[in-house]
């Protein structure tokens, strides 16, 4: 078993910056590739960005490339999302996932995953 949690959520207005991180426990964290995915009301869960487990290469969804980053620091068990220049439409909550030796392109797809955090609310006020 995995355990996820996030944490880094909140409001902030058009323009403005925040770091999600997720913590993961359980298990080699640096055998899991690692997803962030977010879901707006009324909407499905959608891809946001991945880190692969051994090469720690990276995607994006093309809403958000060049606005977020994604890294991971496998000493710490954590993956992050840096998100840049946030807009109105990133509102959502955003969920890491952690999939066992995952690889391309199955980790931008949401039902690959393993295990799930609880989620936290990020809100961009315009």
């Known amino acids: 078993q995995v355990q996820l949690v996030e944490s880094g959520g909140g409001l902030v207005q058009a323009g403005d910056s925040l770091r999600l991180s997720c913590a993961a426990s359980g298990r080699t964290f640096s055998d899991y590739s690692m997803g962030w995915f977010r879901q707006a009301p009324g909407k499905e869960r959608e891809f946001v960005a991945a880190?692969?487990?051994?090469?720690?290469?990276?995607r994006y969804a093309d809403s958000v490339k060049g606005r977020f980053t994604i890294s991971r620091d496998n000493a710490k068990n954590t993956v992050y999302l840096q998100m840049n220049s946030l807009e109105p439409e990133d509102t959502a909550v955003y969920y890491c996932a952690a999939k066992y030796r995952g690889s391309w392109p199955a980790i931008q797809t949401p039902r690959y995953y393993d295990y799930w955090g609880q989620g936290t609310q990020v809100t961009v006020s315009s």
């Open positions: 880190i692969a487990w051994s090469s720690g290469s990276m």
